[in-house]
């Protein structure tokens, strides 16, 4: 088959790519910022297939060999090899916007924010990232003596200096101020977005018409962005009004909150149950905000899929987030401390198992039969990548492999998994996207997980008693 | 993408096969033995460690441990990685150090290492055998150290043995002058060790005088480092210690009539080393190599110890022993055939049990159509009639008819 495949970007590169192949005249009329289809047809080339990817799945995607072409931030290409040097992927060019750069981040407090005292450490040093191949091979430059990283879906900006000591962190410039009196402490490296290729592709394919059009189109095509003019530059914004860090008192609970999808319902928890937020959720963004009157709880606003790990590795003592993920975590780390608290019934989901309507199976069962007479294995796709591991082997399904994604999933059934694990609240995304459940693995809500040191803290012990009662009594009203 | 349905083996791994592995045990063997009889410990490290112990070390390069096999543990919750040991040394450091002793100690391992290779080709798990001199630290101990290995070598058959000394102090000391970043001098040290000594000459100009007669020079005798040590007397007085103990080995060594050449550009990979560096060769191939390493405990944490050790690789030094597998210890080999009657199967195994204690090999014949392997001298046949065996000299044809077990190991030992 010689149709030209291309991994397209959502999120931050979306609308500039789609302004880009609308000058080149593609026609793709489904290509547009809150677009509800991840296939997109183009009219000036009717063979080109174009799928809509989460950015960071594109370069294994094009890596891999499911796709020729792909657009994506070099900051993405740059993590996947610097940890796998033998991907198959060619960056081709760079298209002349979305450009970043990846900060090395921690706290402005005298002289510890300096690289040479955080390399004189003698204890473990945390990292926090998006990026955590970037962020690991960082930590082996700087030759740290003990480092920890913990990957992150988000919200980097809010771990240091008590989450965590040092973030490696994407910013656009202008875009980001790090507040709290956080400062760049190194820069990693500028990006752009990009044109990538899969390198088996690239040498025995004809991929010269689509590359061709892009060429006369990108009107900036051999200018590079390591130019040191276009580098964005560290942002350091002294004037930051939020002023410098005050230290967290020692035996205080820390508490996180989601930001994304669960924020309103917890929102409206916190509400019924009668506690008064200072500033959650934050028109301007502040994910420090606070419960009036409670000065022994202090609060961050995280990603809900990094909470059991943050709560597991003890950064926090309590956290609002699913189930499901608590779940996915214990998979991995059965003997975790984070363990479950209280069931907030926030936002239920079921979390299920999904394959195209085109395949003649209803349920696990009859898929396994169907691949065993197959030659290659079942490729599983899922956020949940433990969860996912999980129910394969439970059910059996031999040769499989896990595709961790990071959103936008459903796209890759058919042509790039077979099998998907997601959640789902009304099922309207899964009709739309012709795709089918053949087993329900359990409800997700909202819970209130704690990690079991913490309970028994003299100190904090009865302030999440507390806690706990409050949203016990306003869970059961 | 799967192309295959068929289970194989890991990229890069390999299988050691019954004939490989009467190779390896050959050279495991030999090893152990001479070790033992030098009066070293063998100890056994876990292959999982953290990979702090090798970063904390600080002698892996950040090249070097971006290919370690890593993980996050089942308990991994912390962020707290552990790896494939990518390195003998440092978890035998890490031992000494945790069992709390600070006495002189004697020890070698034979321990498979795994480094990630990027082309797929070369193995990524790697087995070696070394030995470890910790808390001596005197020239007394280097030479103790390559005496062994010699003597191991020599054991091994291996011929054409040659030793090459150097000296990473020296280096190190020359590097340390040169106003250029810590990542520019391990660059610069990695082309000076391939052999490009004008590299340094470029980056330092005013010390063209000692490094051509230094550097460029190979020395064949203490004399050699005598007049090393005059050039450096001016300019780097640090190294006047080290240089003598250096001096002293090689006297010690043109008393005992081992030739050696002294090449203080030889080779790379020396990251531990912190003073005397030997390197065996056979022929044109590097086969064994070690050195002092003084500054390894305390980096990881423990008391100021001096250390010297050497490795030698397994599938490496194999290429240059050829066969050895006539070396084995021979045993008698018997075949034990059972008749196709109730109770004889059950006399066939007493009869090899009796064999085995009287110091046979024995093994039961599992088919008519077994082919009777080489080295197999015998063929014992149980009879219909009760305690009854035929015996068969496989090589000369004859036959025997023998009533009892005990008269069966009578007639095999005479």
Redesign the interface.
Same mark, same amino acid.
């Given at each position: 088959m010689n149709r030209v495949k291309l991994a397209l970007p959502k999120g931050r590169l979306m609308s500039e790519t789609a302004a880009l192949l609308d000058q080149a005249c593609w026609g793709m009329h489904d290509y547009y910022e809150g677009t509800r289809s991840y296939r997109v047809t183009c009219e000036k080339f009717p063979d080109l297939m174009t799928k809509i990817f989460h950015e960071k799945d594109i370069p294994i995607q094009v890596a891999?060999?499911n796709y020729d072409l792909g657009i994506c931030g070099l900051d993405w290409v740059e993590e996947l090899i610097v940890k796998y040097?033998?991907s198959a992927l060619i960056k081709l060019k760079d298209l002349g916007y979305g450009e970043g750069a990846v900060f090395a981040v921690g706290i402005r407090n005298g002289e510890n924010s300096e690289l040479d005292a955080i390399k004189a450490r003698r204890n473990?040093v945390?990292l926090v990232s998006e990026y955590p191949n970037l962020a690991e091979?960082f930590?082996?430059?700087l030759?740290?003596?003990?480092?920890?990283?913990?990957p992150l879906w988000g919200a980097a900006e809010v771990y240091p200096p008590d989450s965590a000591d040092l973030a490696l962190i994407a910013a656009t410039p202008g875009a980001t101020t790090f507040n709290h009196g956080l400062r760049v402490i190194d820069t990693v490296f500028s990006f752009g977005a990009c044109l990538i290729a899969n390198r088996d592709r690239w040498e025995s394919h004809d991929l010269s018409e689509v590359l061709q059009s892009l060429e006369d189109t990108v009107p900036a095509w051999h200018q590079s962005h390591f130019d040191t003019k276009s580098a964005p530059k560290p942002i350091n914004d002294d004037s930051t009004e939020n002023g410098p860090f005050t230290p967290i008192p020692e035996r205080v609970v820390r508490l996180a909150l989601p930001d994304g999808h669960q924020q309103s319902s917890a929102v409206a928890l916190l509400k019924k149950a009668g506690l008064r937020m200072d500033d959650y959720p934050s028109p301007a963004g502040n994910r420090r905000p606070a419960i009036v009157g409670m000065e022994d709880i202090s609060i961050k606003v995280i990603r809900p899929q990094d909470m059991p790990?943050q709560v *597991? =590795? %003890?950064n926090f003592d309590l956290a609002v987030t699913g189930i499901d993920w608590l779940r996915d975590?214990l998979y991995?780390?059965?003997?975790?401390?984070?363990t479950d608290l209280l069931d907030l019934k926030l936002a239920p989901v079921r979390i299920v198992a999904l394959v195209s309507n085109e395949l003649p199976v209803s349920n696990g069962y009859e898929l396994r039969e169907l691949w065993s007479r197959r *030659? =290659? %294995?079942i490729r599983v796709a899922s956020e949940y990548t433990n969860i996912a591991d999980s129910y394969a082997r439970e059910n059996h399904m031999g040769?499989y492999r896990i595709i961790p994604t990071w959103g936008a999933s459903e796209a890759f059934l058919p042509e790039d998994a077979d099998l998907l694990i997601e959640n789902t609240q009304t099922g309207q995304t899964i009709a739309r996207h012709n795709l089918k459940i053949i087993d329900t693995l359990f409800e997700s809500t909202g819970h209130l997980i704690g990690n079991r040191d913490s309970l028994t803290d003299p100190v904090k012990q009865p302030v999440i008693q507390r806690i706990i009662g409050i949203l016990q009594r306003a869970v059961e009203n | 993408m799967d192309n295959t349905n068929a289970i194989q083996k890991c990229k890069g791994t390999k299988d050691l096969t019954p004939e490989y592995m009467k190779q390896f045990r050959f050279i495991e063997d030999t090893f152990r033995d001479c070790c033992r009889r030098w009066g070293y410990e063998e100890v056994r490290t876990p292959t999982l460690e953290y990979l702090n112990l090798f970063t904390a070390a600080g002698t892996l390069t950040p090249g070097q441990l971006g290919k370690v096999y890593s993980f996050l543990d089942w308990d991994g919750w912390s962020g707290e990685r552990v790896v494939l040991r990518p390195d003998g040394t440092i978890p035998i450091a890490r031992y000494y150090i945790e069992s709390g002793s600070e006495k002189p100690a004697r020890l070698f391992y034979v321990s498979n290492v795994f480094r990630f290779g990027t082309t797929g080709t070369e193995t990524r798990e790697i087995w070696q055998c070394g030995a470890e001199l910790i808390g001596a630290g005197s020239v007394n101990a280097d030479a103790e150290l390559v005496f062994m290995a010699l003597e191991i070598l020599k054991s091994l058959g291996l011929k054409d043995i040659s030793l090459r000394l150097s000296h990473a102090g020296l280096i190190r000391s020359i590097l340390s002058r040169l106003d250029i970043s810590q990542e520019e001098k391990t660059r610069l040290l990695d082309r000076v060790l391939d052999g490009d000594i004008q590299a340094l000459v470029d980056a330092k100009p005013e010390l063209a005088r000692i490094i051509t007669p230094i550097l460029g020079a190979k020395g064949k005798s203490s004399g050699f480092l005598k007049n090393v040590l005059v050039l450096l007397s001016h300019d780097f007085p640090e190294l006047q210690q080290t240089l003598r103990d250096f001096t002293d080995l090689a006297d010690t060594l043109d008393n005992l009539g081992v030739a050696y050449e002294i090449n203080i550009v030889s080779g790379r990979g020396f990251e531990y080393y912190t003073g005397l560096i030997f390197e065996f060769w056979s022929g044109d191939n590097s086969i064994a190599r070690g050195g002092r390493y003084d500054a390894l405990i305390s980096l990881l944490g423990g008391k100021n110890i001096p250390a010297s050790g050497f490795a030698m690789g397994i599938d490496r030094v194999m290429q240059f022993t050829g066969d050895n597998t006539a070396r084995q210890p021979t045993v008698i080999g018997i075949i034990v055939k059972p008749l196709p009657v109730t109770g004889s199967l059950k006399e066939a195994f007493i009869a090899i049990e009796a064999l085995h204690t009287a110091g046979f090999a024995a093994e039961l014949a599992l088919t008519d159509s077994e082919s009777i392997k080489t080295g197999t001298k015998w063929l014992l046949k149980t009879s219909e009639t009760g305690w009854r065996f035929s015996l068969n000299d496989l090589n000369s044809g004859d036959c025997y008819e023998v009533a009892t077990i005990s008269e069966v190991i009578t007639k095999l030992k005479a």
């Amino acid at each position: 088959m010689n149709r030209v495949k291309l991994a397209l970007p959502k999120g931050r590169l979306m609308s500039e790519t789609a302004a880009l192949l609308d000058q080149a005249c593609w026609g793709m009329h489904d290509y547009y910022e809150g677009t509800r289809s991840y296939r997109v047809t183009c009219e000036k080339f009717p063979d080109l297939m174009t799928k809509i990817f989460h950015e960071k799945d594109i370069p294994i995607q094009v890596a891999t060999g499911n796709y020729d072409l792909g657009i994506c931030g070099l900051d993405w290409v740059e993590e996947l090899i610097v940890k796998y040097p033998n991907s198959a992927l060619i960056k081709l060019k760079d298209l002349g916007y979305g450009e970043g750069a990846v900060f090395a981040v921690g706290i402005r407090n005298g002289e510890n924010s300096e690289l040479d005292a955080i390399k004189a450490r003698r204890n473990t040093v945390r990292l926090v990232s998006e990026y955590p191949n970037l962020a690991e091979s960082f930590a082996l430059k700087l030759r740290l003596r003990r480092f920890s990283v913990f990957p992150l879906w988000g919200a980097a900006e809010v771990y240091p200096p008590d989450s965590a000591d040092l973030a490696l962190i994407a910013a656009t410039p202008g875009a980001t101020t790090f507040n709290h009196g956080l400062r760049v402490i190194d820069t990693v490296f500028s990006f752009g977005a990009c044109l990538i290729a899969n390198r088996d592709r690239w040498e025995s394919h004809d991929l010269s018409e689509v590359l061709q059009s892009l060429e006369d189109t990108v009107p900036a095509w051999h200018q590079s962005h390591f130019d040191t003019k276009s580098a964005p530059k560290p942002i350091n914004d002294d004037s930051t009004e939020n002023g410098p860090f005050t230290p967290i008192p020692e035996r205080v609970v820390r508490l996180a909150l989601p930001d994304g999808h669960q924020q309103s319902s917890a929102v409206a928890l916190l509400k019924k149950a009668g506690l008064r937020m200072d500033d959650y959720p934050s028109p301007a963004g502040n994910r420090r905000p606070a419960i009036v009157g409670m000065e022994d709880i202090s609060i961050k606003v995280i990603r809900p899929q990094d909470m059991p790990q943050q709560v *597991a =590795a %003890g950064n926090f003592d309590l956290a609002v987030t699913g189930i499901d993920w608590l779940r996915d975590h214990l998979y991995q780390f059965p003997d975790s401390p984070a363990t479950d608290l209280l069931d907030l019934k926030l936002a239920p989901v079921r979390i299920v198992a999904l394959v195209s309507n085109e395949l003649p199976v209803s349920n696990g069962y009859e898929l396994r039969e169907l691949w065993s007479r197959r *030659a =290659a %294995g079942i490729r599983v796709a899922s956020e949940y990548t433990n969860i996912a591991d999980s129910y394969a082997r439970e059910n059996h399904m031999g040769r499989y492999r896990i595709i961790p994604t990071w959103g936008a999933s459903e796209a890759f059934l058919p042509e790039d998994a077979d099998l998907l694990i997601e959640n789902t609240q009304t099922g309207q995304t899964i009709a739309r996207h012709n795709l089918k459940i053949i087993d329900t693995l359990f409800e997700s809500t909202g819970h209130l997980i704690g990690n079991r040191d913490s309970l028994t803290d003299p100190v904090k012990q009865p302030v999440i008693q507390r806690i706990i009662g409050i949203l016990q009594r306003a869970v059961e009203n | 993408m799967d192309n295959t349905n068929a289970i194989q083996k890991c990229k890069g791994t390999k299988d050691l096969t019954p004939e490989y592995m009467k190779q390896f045990r050959f050279i495991e063997d030999t090893f152990r033995d001479c070790c033992r009889r030098w009066g070293y410990e063998e100890v056994r490290t876990p292959t999982l460690e953290y990979l702090n112990l090798f970063t904390a070390a600080g002698t892996l390069t950040p090249g070097q441990l971006g290919k370690v096999y890593s993980f996050l543990d089942w308990d991994g919750w912390s962020g707290e990685r552990v790896v494939l040991r990518p390195d003998g040394t440092i978890p035998i450091a890490r031992y000494y150090i945790e069992s709390g002793s600070e006495k002189p100690a004697r020890l070698f391992y034979v321990s498979n290492v795994f480094r990630f290779g990027t082309t797929g080709t070369e193995t990524r798990e790697i087995w070696q055998c070394g030995a470890e001199l910790i808390g001596a630290g005197s020239v007394n101990a280097d030479a103790e150290l390559v005496f062994m290995a010699l003597e191991i070598l020599k054991s091994l058959g291996l011929k054409d043995i040659s030793l090459r000394l150097s000296h990473a102090g020296l280096i190190r000391s020359i590097l340390s002058r040169l106003d250029i970043s810590q990542e520019e001098k391990t660059r610069l040290l990695d082309r000076v060790l391939d052999g490009d000594i004008q590299a340094l000459v470029d980056a330092k100009p005013e010390l063209a005088r000692i490094i051509t007669p230094i550097l460029g020079a190979k020395g064949k005798s203490s004399g050699f480092l005598k007049n090393v040590l005059v050039l450096l007397s001016h300019d780097f007085p640090e190294l006047q210690q080290t240089l003598r103990d250096f001096t002293d080995l090689a006297d010690t060594l043109d008393n005992l009539g081992v030739a050696y050449e002294i090449n203080i550009v030889s080779g790379r990979g020396f990251e531990y080393y912190t003073g005397l560096i030997f390197e065996f060769w056979s022929g044109d191939n590097s086969i064994a190599r070690g050195g002092r390493y003084d500054a390894l405990i305390s980096l990881l944490g423990g008391k100021n110890i001096p250390a010297s050790g050497f490795a030698m690789g397994i599938d490496r030094v194999m290429q240059f022993t050829g066969d050895n597998t006539a070396r084995q210890p021979t045993v008698i080999g018997i075949i034990v055939k059972p008749l196709p009657v109730t109770g004889s199967l059950k006399e066939a195994f007493i009869a090899i049990e009796a064999l085995h204690t009287a110091g046979f090999a024995a093994e039961l014949a599992l088919t008519d159509s077994e082919s009777i392997k080489t080295g197999t001298k015998w063929l014992l046949k149980t009879s219909e009639t009760g305690w009854r065996f035929s015996l068969n000299d496989l090589n000369s044809g004859d036959c025997y008819e023998v009533a009892t077990i005990s008269e069966v190991i009578t007639k095999l030992k005479a």
